[in-house]
């Protein structure tokens, strides 16, 4: 039975730094392409960044150049590095595959607000 936990959220003022954190139990994780979301209350999910199983990367364009996705496949665990963040940056964050999704996490809230 596939396991995620989503952490790292947090109160973050209008331009400061979070990293979120995402430990996956999934068979063969190195080889899954994957990926963080967020959403926010009456919203659908947004496709926020993917990383490939070769660690290549897309983003958003509202978070293009201010999110980094990473993974760490000894770890099984995805990172989403997020830097110069904004209000509408506000909302609970998951991690997904990209592909075939498995059922949602808990997923970690970020709030950016002064």
């Known amino acids: 039975q596939v396991q995620v936990v989503e952490s790292g959220g947090g109160l973050v003022q209008p331009g400061g730094s979070l990293r979120l954190s995402c430990a996956a139990s999934?068979?063969?994780?190195?080889?899954?392409?994957m990926a963080w979301y967020r959403q926010t209350p009456g919203k659908q999910r947004e496709l926020v960044a993917t990383?490939?199983?070769?660690?290549?990367?897309n983003y958003a364009d509202s978070v293009k150049g201010r999110f980094t996705i990473s993974r760490d496949n000894a770890k099984n665990t995805v990172y989403l590095q997020m830097n110069s963040l904004k209000p509408e940056d506000t909302a609970a964050y998951y991690c997904n595959k990209q592909y075939d999704l498995f059922p949602w996490g808990q997923g970690t809230q970020v709030t950016v607000s002064s």
């Open positions: 990383i490939s199983s070769g660690s290549t990367t």
């Open positions: 999934i068979r063969f994780f190195s080889m899954k392409a």
